[in-house]
């Protein structure tokens, strides 16, 4: 039998938790999963719950992770919805090793399903909550699909997608403003799971992370005193720096050009032709209307945990435009 996992990174979503998997991956005294975002215990995210026009692309994946989950798995592999119990265990069948054992679903702090599934079958595991000012995380989601290509219009026009969906259904805008409503969603996880609950702050990592790290080990009970190798920047979002790049991500030409680009020369490609963080800013009418949109729910999660949370209600002021 499998090792059942033990902890979970849970989300939010772009507020780090990619950087904390493959930090944990290198301790010798955890295991992660192969897979970050199995989605197992998120019954919301299942391929029938995609917009229609992602489906054909949903269940590709599908039989890419088929072929995954039959193989050693000795790579990691991003994403892959695993909805069945025994393809799950699966992804814990090398994790001997490890006395922290764990996966990470940034959707499952969103999800209103993952946390009682999660306690049903693992009732004493450890979750971890990394949360990032809201308004932040939502600009930095949106400057992602800039960056791959699936959003080719304005922050504005971004916001008002979501807010105007009413389908629910999957797709480059949903969720999207809802991952960062996080009172509620931190109050499920509490309710169950009680001093079991981690809860740390995107601001926090970035600018002391292994101070960060060794505080979640000691929660994890494994050795605090292991320094990874935190050089490497995960999921570090780049957008197009012209107009033309997005174009012609969407249509699969610049994936195809980096195919017959040799691997040398990509680097320098990628820095000629994408913007780096920073280069872009949030309209501070943008930014004063989300934080409107999240106020109240901020002022219920400062509550929960007593801590000022008021820096997320200024408004920044303006360097450039996208």
């Known amino acids: 039998m499998s090792r059942l996992p033990n902890f979970f990174i849970v989300g939010a979503p772009k507020a780090g938790t990619t950087s904390l998997y493959y930090y944990l991956d290198q301790h010798p005294q955890v295991y992660m999963s192969p897979i970050k975002e199995p989605n197992f215990f998120a019954a919301e995210i299942r391929e029938e719950n995609f917009d229609p026009r992602l489906r054909p692309e949903v269940a590709r994946d599908a039989r890419d992770l088929r072929d995954f989950l039959a193989g050693p798995m000795l790579e990691k592999r991003f994403g892959g919805i695993v909805a069945e119990w025994e393809d799950y265990l699966r992804l814990f069948a090398n994790g001997d090793h490890g006395s922290a054992v764990g996966e990470a679903s940034v959707g499952y702090l969103w999800s209103r399903t993952a946390p009682e599934r999660i306690a ?7 979750i971890l909550v990394m949360l990032r000012d809201p308004t932040e995380r939502a600009f930095s989601q949106y400057r992602q699909g800039l960056g791959n290509g699936s959003i080719g219009w304005t922050f504005r026009e971004h916001i ?6 009413r389908s629910h259904q999957f797709c480059v805008h949903y969720p999207f403003l809802e991952f960062g409503l996080y009172s509620e969603q931190l109050g499920r996880y509490l309710e169950r799971f009680g001093q079991n609950v981690w809860i740390g702050f995107h601001e926090d990592f970035k600018s002391r992370p292994l101070e960060v790290y060794q505080d979640i080990c000691k929660f994890l009970g494994v050795a605090p005193d292991f320094s990874p190798d935190m050089d490497r920047r995960h999921m570090e979002v ?60 901020i002022r219920k999660l400062a509550g929960i945990l007593d801590r000022d949370l008021d820096g997320w209600l200024q408004v920044l002021a303006p360097t450039a435009r996208l």
């Open 238 to 297: 780049q957008v197009p720096g012209l107009n033309s790049i997005g174009w012609l991500k969407r249509r699969g030409f610049w994936q195809a050009a980096a195919r017959l680009t040799p691997s040398s020369l990509r680097p320098l490609v990628r820095r000629a032709f994408m913007a780096r963080p920073g280069t872009t800013r949030m309209d501070p009418a943008d930014r004063q209307y989300l934080i409107d949109f999240y106020r109240e729910d």
């Open 120 to 126: 049903a079958r693992i009732p004493n595991a450890k």
């Open 160 to 165: 008002r997608r979501n807010l105007q969906d």
